[in-house]
C-alpha cells in the first residue's frame, strides 16, 4: 500500500487552531487562522498571518505559529460535529490540538486519513526510516556506548570480548547469543561469570523464562558485591529443578558474600505462577541465597495509573468539564497511584543497593519476564551507586545496555498511551463492539455528537510506560540531589518525547534482534548522535552539576511528601512555558556569574599567596 492512498485530501484552507487545546482552558492565545495540509509522515498546521506578541523586556516578537506533527505521534481523534465541526488531536507525548473546519466532509476526510496514517502496522514505513539528516555527524551514536566499554567502567581494565586472562577479574564476555538463538530478547554479547560456560548457560535458559538467563547489570567496585538480573525460572506444577541454573548461582557467589534474590512478586502469586509454568527460587534448590518479595505492580497496573493521572491532568479540557477542587484534584492525584510506583521503586532500589553496600550482599533481581520492573530497579541502582551514571554519556550508556540491549519491549509497550487507554474511550469502545462492527464509536454531549477512532488494528493490551515510569524516578532524584547529576531534566522530556514517535532509530522494535532484522542502525539515525552534539548537549546540561563536590553515592529521601508530581512534563498543556524558560535563563547567568566570581577569588588568593612570600624574601 502506497501512503499516498492513505490521505483522502492533502490540503484544507481556511481553518482555525488552537494551540495547547486553549479552546476549552483560559488561554490568552487567540484561535489562529491558517490551513492544513497533510504529508506521509506529517499534519503541517500554517499560518495565513504571523503572530506578534510582547516579550518579558518588552520588546516585540513574532512567534513561529507553524506546527508539525508526526502522524505516529498521534495517540486518540475525536470528531465532534457541532455547529463547526471539530477535530481534536491527542498526542502520545501529552500534547492537544484542536481543528476548525468550514465543512464536515473536509473533517471527515482529514480524519480518516489521520486515522489511517497514525496507525501503520509495517514498521518500514515508519518515520526514522525517511528521516533525513538536517545536522552533521560528529559520532556515531550506534557504536558510542557498546558491552567492551560497559566491561571496562565496572571493572577498570579493557578485555576482548571472550578474555579469561585476568585471573583478577571473576566475569567474562561471552558470545553465547551472537545469532540470537539462546534468548531473542537478549543483547548478542553478555558478561556472564567466568567460572560458567556457555553449555551450562544454554542450559540455564532454558530453566528460565524467555531464555533470560542470570547475566551481570552492575558491579560495585568498592567491595566486590554485584547486581544480577533475570526472569523467574520455570518450576511449573512438577517442581522442576535445573542443575546448571542452581550451580550458576552457587559458584559466581564469593565465600565472603551472602547471596539475596529479589523478587519483584507479591508472595501470595508464587504458588499461582508456579502453577502455570513459572515458579521461584527455591530454598532447597538455592540454599546460599536468601528470597526476599518486594512486590510492584505489573505493567498493565502502570498503565491503569498512567491513564488515570492523565485523565486527571487534562480533566479540565474537556468542553462540559467542571473544575475540580484542590482537594478533590489531591484526592483524585493519589488514587491513580502514580508517585506510589515512583516510590515504591526508588524504595526496592534503595534496598538493593543497601544489600549491596552496607550488608556486604550479591543480589539477583527478577519479576516475571524481566524486561520491566527488573530493568527499573537495577538501573536505578545504578545510579544510586554509580556516579558515572548521573553524568550525560553514563546516563545515555545505562539507557543503552539496561533497556535497549537487555530487551525491554519499546515497540510493543509504547504503541499507543493513555489518552487511547482512558476509561472514557475503553467504555466508548465496548459500546461499540456490541452495537457495531466499526472503527469508531460516538456519542452525545449536548447536542455535540463526538467520534472517537477505537480501530484495533493494534493489540493495545500490551502498552505500558514502564521506560516513563524510571524517567519520572529519575526525575524525583534529581530534584532531590540538583548538584549530582551532569542532566537536567529538559534530557528527560526530550527521552520521553521520543519514546512514543521518533525521528531517530533508537526505540525501533523490541529487541537488538529486532533492530538487526530490521537493520536499523544502516537505515536510521541515532538519538545518541543527534545528542553528542556539543551544541545541543549544551541545553540538557545542568548547570548546577558539581562533579567533584556530591557524595559517590546517594540516599533519596523516601517519605511521601519527597515527591511531587512532574509538572513541566503532565502538565505541559497548561503552564506557560515561556515564563519557565526566562526563569532558567536566568538562573543560568547567576551560576554563571557566580563561577566568574569564584574564579577572580582563586585568582586574588593566588596573588595575595606570591606578594606575601615575596615580602618574607
Known sequence: MEFMDLIQVSRVDAIKYYKHSSLYINDPVKPIDGCLCLTTHHSILLPTTTTTMTAANGSNQTAAEEIWLLHSLIDLLELRVSSRPLLVIKCKNLHIYSIEFNGIQECQKVYKSLDALSNLTSANMRYPFFYKLDFKLNCDGWNLFDIESHFKRLFGVSTPSTSTSNDAIEWRITNLNANYDVCASYAAKLIVPKCIDDEMLKKSSQFRMHGRFPVLSYYHAANGSFLLRSSQPLLGPNSRRCKEDELLLKQCLPNDKRGCVYDLRDSGVLKSAQSKGGGYETDASYPLWKRTNRHMDRFDQVQSAFTKLVDLTTANLAPTAQELTMDKWLSKLESSNWLNLIRNALYVSCLIADEMVNKNGCVLVHGW?????????????????????????????????????????????????????????????????????????????????????????????????????????????????????????????????????????????????????????????????????????????????????????????????????????????????????????????????????????????????????????
Open 369 to 617: 519476564d524481566g524486561w520491566d520492573n527488573t530493568l527499573i530497579v537495577s538501573s536505578l541502582v545504578h545510579i544510586l551507586l554509580n556516579p558515572h551514571s548521573r553524568t550525560i554519556n553514563g546516563f545515555l550508556s545505562l539507557i543503552e545496555i539496561e533497556w535497549l540491549q537487555a530487551g525491554h519491549q519499546f515497540r510493543s509497550r509504547y504503541l499507543k498511551s493513555a489518552f487511547y487507554n482512558s476509561s472514557a474511550n475503553l467504555a466508548s469502545s465496548s459500546t461499540s463492539s456490541s452495537s457495531s462492527s466499526s472503527s469508531s464509536s460516538s456519542s452525545t454531549v449536548n447536542n455535540q455528537q463526538t467520534i472517537v477512532n477505537n480501530n484495533q488494528k493494534y493489540d493495545t493490551t500490551s502498552s505500558a510506560p514502564i521506560f516513563l515510569l524510571f524517567l519520572d524516578c529519575v526525575r524525583q532524584l534529581v530534584d532531590q540531589f540538583c548538584l549530582s547529576f551532569e542532566f537536567n531534566e529538559e534530557l528527560l522530556i526530550l527521552l520521553f518525547d521520543n519514546l512514543y514517535s521518533s525521528s531517530f532509530g533508537t526505540f525501533v522494535g523490541n529487541s537488538e534482534c529486532e533492530r538487526e532484522q530490521l537493520k536499523v542502525k544502516g537505515r536510521t539515525t541515532s538519538l545518541w548522535s543527534y545528542l553528542m552534539q556539543p551544541t545541543v548537549m549544551n541545553g540538557y546540561t545542568n548547570r548546577l552539576y558539581e562533579p567533584s563536590g556530591p557524595p559517590l553515592i546517594i540516599w533519596p529521601n523516601l517519605y511521601a511528601h519527597s515527591y511531587r508530581l512532574w509538572s513541566s512534563l503532565y502538565l505541559r498543556h497548561y503552564l506557560n512555558g515561556r515564563a519557565c524558560d526566562e526563569a532558567k535563563s536566568e538562573m543560568s547567568k547567576l551560576v554563571d556569574a557566580y563561577k566568574q566570581s569564584i574564579e577572580k577569588v582563586n585568582l586574588l588568593r593566588d596573588e595575595l599567596v606570591l606578594l606575601k612570600s615575596s615580602i618574607v624574601t
